[in-house]
């Protein structure tokens, strides 16, 4: 199968073409280059051949041939969304309509897209299930769920959209991500040998490995058409639903001699059970490889290994909001995010 993959040089997008191609698929991969200077070690052996292009700018051609598309390429996170709500609506809402009309109109036959349960919000319920209501809280959240909204009425015969809503990610990728809990309270346990939560960390999150959403991507990808037509998946175990206050502790048990404190209640009012029994039941060939145990000590082995230091930890690279500061601090990025022609 030809498939384009955008944001291929993002936190996902750089594990996700290894696993295909090894499959025996043709990869393209799409993106627009912000954050190629978050590199944090060599893990991947095979990388597919990427357009160096924004997904607003993605015309027909470059979609010829192409019998599926995954798309991960927007502006990512909450903090983000806050910093540019506009911009974030044009990319993340317009520019991924945008995509699924074109990618309809080139005889694309499956569009895999990435959502996410933090479209959930604040929930009241019990175990949140793809039937649910949404109650998103944010621009991001917001824009995912316009998105589903508006790509669902254009499935077809010829043309399949999946909706993937992930839980929180976590573990070790070469484009590595900080601002994400588990991955920024095990960065903090290393470089600083303390977890001080503001918090007193009773919300709930739902937390997937990477890895995990690369295997979910894959079996969508492969699965007979009728399984996954037009449908919404949550993505993850829900096993893995976990208080923000346990993932600290986990890390602080695996981070041996890391300080551990909490604050008053208070701070982020977002949270959230999910039920992943569809996707667990309904897609073939996937389970949930990892829990936030094995992906704490899979970051310690890693932080080991490649002696991280409190600055590669702080790195504007490892942070979306911190690196798209910088681009629009140097003026190397417009104020509609596009790159400045030098």
């Not at 995912?144 to 909204?149: A, F, G, P, Q, S």
């Not at 145990?293 to 002696?307: K, T, W």
Request: overall charge negative; hydrophobic content about 35%.
């Amino acid at each position: 199968m030809k498939i384009l993959v955008t944001g291929t040089e993002g936190y996902l997008g750089s594990l996700l073409p290894p696993l295909l191609l090894e499959k025996g698929h043709e990869v393209i991969g799409v993106d627009t280059g912000f954050y190629k200077s978050g590199w944090l070690y060599n893990g991947t052996t095979l990388t597919a051949k990427t357009l160096n292009k924004d997904i607003r700018n993605i015309t027909k051609e470059d979609l010829q041939g192409v019998e599926a598309i995954v798309h991960m390429a927007e502006l990512s996170n909450d903090p983000t969304g806050q910093l540019a709500p506009n911009i974030t609506y044009e990319i993340n809402h317009k520019g991924s309509i945008r995509l699924a009309e074109l990618a309809k109109s080139a005889g694309v036959r499956r569009f895999v897209y990435m959502s996410s349960c933090s479209v959930y919000g604040v929930a009241t319920e019990g175990d949140v299930t793809e039937e649910s209501p949404v109650n998103p809280q944010t621009a991001y959240a917001e824009c995912k769920t316009l998105v589903e909204r508006d790509v669902q009425p254009m499935a077809d015969d010829n043309f399949s959209p999946s909706f993937m809503r992930n839980a929180t990610a976590f573990g070790a990728s070469p484009r590595m991500r900080f601002d994400i809990v588990l991955n920024n309270l095990a960065g903090l346990a290393w470089t600083t040998k303390e977890i001080k939560m503001i918090s007193d960390g009773t919300p709930w999150r739902p937390l997937v490995h990477a890895l995990d959403i690369c295997k979910a991507i894959v079996c969508t990808l492969e699965a007979p058409r009728d399984i996954i037509h037009n449908q919404i998946f949550n993505v993850g175990d829900t096993s893995n639903n976990y208080r923000v206050k346990e993932v600290a502790e986990i890390i602080a048990s695996i981070f041996k001699g890391c300080e551990l404190s909490f604050g008053d209640s208070g701070g982020d009012n977002r949270s959230y059970r999910v039920s992943f029994e569809k996707i667990n039941t309904k897609l073939p060939g996937f389970k949930c490889d990892w829990n936030a145990q094995l992906g704490a000590q899979q970051l310690y082995d890693l932080f080991e290994q490649i002696d991280m230091t409190e600055d590669m930890f702080q790195f504007r690279g490892f942070t979306r909001l911190k690196q798209l500061e910088y681009l629009i601090r140097t003026q190397q990025i417009d104020g509609n995010f596009f790159w400045n022609k030098k």
